[in-house]
């Protein structure tokens, strides 16, 4: 008895969605910036990274089909969907200059007042929810601005590991609390009262002093060029 040949594999058809006023077409499993730059649509802003999720530049609100409210995301770590409507967002600047000195921040006792001195409008915060629903990556931004405000710098600056500044939370936030800027703030703010690593401060003063030179020669230097790979 023959044996029956496999059927091969069916191909998947390519999903539609309609991307700022371009009706697109691309194959499943793409995300928005590839369908984006499949379609060979310019591409000279709302970009940054290509695919890494870390920049925060490729900004976008999207409309799902049967779903009432449109929601933010970033285009390069958002999978296409069939029916999608797609927009890209400019950018949204922090609305005032936040001056502030790390220098002076000699000890944690001054975290509240600096923090007050910086972003007195944090005190404000009205609890919307706002910000986090803004957030792409499902960073606790109100959460981070209540515990900014109550001095609480170090937990603050950790619920922020993960923003990319995109500024979204920024646009979204009713009272002008620019809380990307506040959170990169107590981060910062961290980083300054936070004692380096000893064998890093000893490598510095060594680079420094000339006693770590640097020998172009030494194997792995100079790695060899593509051509001379291909040759």
Not at 215 to 227: F, R, V, Y
């Amino acid at each position: 008895m023959q044996a029956k040949k496999s059927a091969p594999p069916a191909q998947s058809s390519p999903i539609g969605l309609h991307f700022d006023g371009h009706r697109i077409q691309v194959s499943r499993g793409a995300s928005l910036l590839e369908a984006w730059m499949a379609a060979g649509l310019p591409l000279t802003e709302n970009v940054g990274c290509l695919g890494q999720g870390v920049c925060g530049a490729c900004r976008v609100l999207v409309s799902r089909p049967g779903i009432r409210l449109a929601t933010t995301a970033l285009a390069c770590t958002t999978l296409a969907e069939d029916g999608m409507q797609v927009a890209f967002i400019d950018h949204f600047p922090a609305r005032r200059q936040h001056p502030y000195d790390l220098h002076a921040m000699t000890d944690s006792w001054e975290a509240i007042r600096q923090i007050n001195t910086a972003f007195p409008e944090a005190q404000h915060c009205r609890h919307c929810g706002g910000c986090d629903r803004a957030c792409p990556k499902g960073v606790e931004v109100q959460r981070m601005v209540n515990l900014a405000c109550a001095g609480q710098a170090s937990a603050a600056g950790a619920l922020f590991e993960q923003c990319v500044l995109c500024n979204l939370c920024v646009a979204a936030c009713p009272e002008h609390i620019d809380p990307a800027h506040l959170g990169q703030f107590v981060r910062r703010m961290n980083a300054a009262l936070t004692l380096r690593p000893s064998d890093l401060i000893m490598r510095v003063h060594e680079i420094e002093e000339g006693l770590q030179p640097i020998h172009l020669d030494a194997e792995g230097a100079n790695p060899p060029l593509a051509k001379e790979i291909a040759s």
